[in-house]
């Protein structure tokens, strides 16, 4: 049985939530494995715009099991929100079908002001984070000041936890001129959130094991993008969890073998939200009519985002790092009308040209991308279905991707829409190699 991981080629926002729910019919579990309510994956259903942060995308299907892996940090009160937002949709989130691992990370209430004195201290060097205090809740995870989700279940245990917490950072806020937290105040909020939360509570890693051993398949639903990642993206201009494959396993206590398949998901072009180096970033009208057509605006913060040209030194770098088996391509709609379109196959760095993704960020801000043109798609490709009814100039861009990056597209989105996609069921099929799962 096929387990697929989806997996963001570029810095977040590729479109992963509107592709992991075309996919999701397809499988019988859906789970997160790193990030937290910083992710905003949007989903159209019936003409509804969602966006789900914390929750795996997968939820919107009723029949379907979600899990939090323990690679996520967890705010409760995001958890609880994002719960009772689906159910004004008419969605009802119960324990049976969500699940939340005992050893994820939880998000206090001291993390969002950590992560604004630090953003605050970097001045102009500022990382732009979401503010959401994921930075801070996996520094206390590294550093082993972490509270866990299994710890909101003792109450002993979470009382000495905080205390031992705020002991040092409340000396560290009224550095900074701000009041300190109240051990049991926070205490009392967080035994609370505990106890709703208990039943959602599960040893993830066992669970998935037993699923699978069952015969049950997993689409692992990756948050952020490869280039976000905290080892592998352009540090320090990232997140600060494992987005990339080797994630899963860390992130959900699965042993390497399990994730049988990937599918990067990656943009026409290129965005990131947020400060850090971005080399085909366009910082003009074509820039801005990129932005206004594809609608860039964050899905979790609605701040705008910065577009640029498709940027296939990125992407193959990232297509390497994952094992990308195959791409699902998304928004080429949004660069019809243009009178000429570009993408990236090379930088030029001292008067050499480099293909390899370079890990040094001041060596990327200095880098000159070398662009191939391609001429404008006549027509409209917006909501098309069928392959046969693409523009040649459009197939020969695909093609010219697929070259460049060593990876075939097996899924074309045309639109927002579940049904705007073009999809050719043989080189996916030759992927995830289960003939007998229908897809949406
Ligand atoms: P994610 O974080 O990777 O799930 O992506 P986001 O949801 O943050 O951003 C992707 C945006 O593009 C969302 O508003 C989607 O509805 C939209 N979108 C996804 N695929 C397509 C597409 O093929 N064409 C157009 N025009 N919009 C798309
Ligand atoms: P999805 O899953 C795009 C960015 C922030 C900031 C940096 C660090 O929707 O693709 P953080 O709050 O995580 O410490 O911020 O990472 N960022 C994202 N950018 N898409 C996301 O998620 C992102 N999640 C975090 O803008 O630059
Ligand atoms: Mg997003």
Same mark, same amino acid.
């Given at each position: 049985m096929t387990n697929l991981l989806i997996i963001g080629t570029q810095w977040g926002d590729e479109g992963k939530g509107k592709i992991v729910d075309f996919l999701v019919p397809a499988f019988d579990i859906i789970a997160r494995y790193q990030g937290g309510h910083n992710a905003g994956h949007t989903v159209y259903l019936d003409g509804h715009k969602i966006v789900l942060h914390? $929750? @795996? *995308?997968? $939820?919107? =299907? @009723?029949d379907k099991i979600c899990l939090i892996g323990n690679g996520l940090v967890v705010s409760p009160q995001a958890f609880f929100q994002e719960i009772d937002n689906l159910k004004t949709l008419g969605i009802q989130v119960t324990p049976n079908r969500l699940l939340v691992s005992r050893s994820a990370q939880v998000i206090m209430p001291y993390h969002p002001l950590l992560e604004k004195i630090a953003e605050e201290s970097r001045g102009q060097k500022k990382i732009g984070t979401t503010l959401r205090g994921i930075g801070p809740c996996y520094e206390d995870k590294a550093a082993r000041w972490g509270i866990r989700v299994g710890d909101l279940l003792e109450p002993e245990i979470l009382r000495e936890k905080i205390q031992d917490n705020l002991s040092l950072k409340n000396k560290y806020f009224e550095a900074f001129g701000y009041p300190p937290f109240k051990v049991e105040s926070i205490f009392e909020d967080y035994q609370v959130l505990g106890e709703k939360m208990a039943p959602y509570v599960a040893d993830i890693s066992v669970y998935i094991d037993e699923q699978i051993r069952a015969g049950k398949s997993v689409l692992f639903e990756g948050a952020q993008g490869t280039l976000l990642d905290? /080892? =592998?993206?352009t540090y320090p201009f990232v997140t600060s969890s494992s987005c990339t494959a080797g994630g899963v396993c860390t992130g959900l206590g699965v042993n390497p073998k399990l994730v049988k398949a990937v599918l990067g998901i990656t943009k026409a072009y290129a965005t990131r939200v947020g400060s850090g180096p971005f080399p085909t970033e366009l910082q003009d009208e074509t820039g801005a009519m990129i932005a206004r057509s594809g609608d860039e605006f964050g899905a979790t913060t609605g701040r705008p985002r910065r577009c640029g040209w498709f940027d296939a030194v990125a992407v193959r770098y990232a297509c390497r790092i994952n094992g990308v088996d195959l791409l699902a391509l998304t928004k080429p709609d949004v660069l019809e009308g243009l009178p000429e379109i570009k993408a990236c196959y090379a930088y030029r760095y001292k008067g050499t040209l480099i293909k390899e993704f370079p890990s040094d960020p001041w060596i990327l801000e200095r880098v000159e991308p070398e662009y191939r043109s391609f001429p404008r798609w006549p027509g409209s490709i917006h909501?098309?279905? /069928?392959? *046969?009814?693409?523009?040649a100039s459009f197939i020969d861009y695909c093609k010219w991707l697929e070259d460049t990056l060593e990876v075939k597209i097996g899924l074309i989105s045309t639109g927002v829409n579940r049904e705007d996609i073009i999809y050719n069921q043989e080189k996916f099929q030759k992927i995830i190699g289960d003939k007998d799962r229908a897809l949406a």
């Open positions: 914390l $929750i @795996p *995308s997968g $939820i919107l =299907h @009723p905290v /080892d =592998h993206g909501r098309l279905k /069928d392959f *046969s009814l693409l523009p």
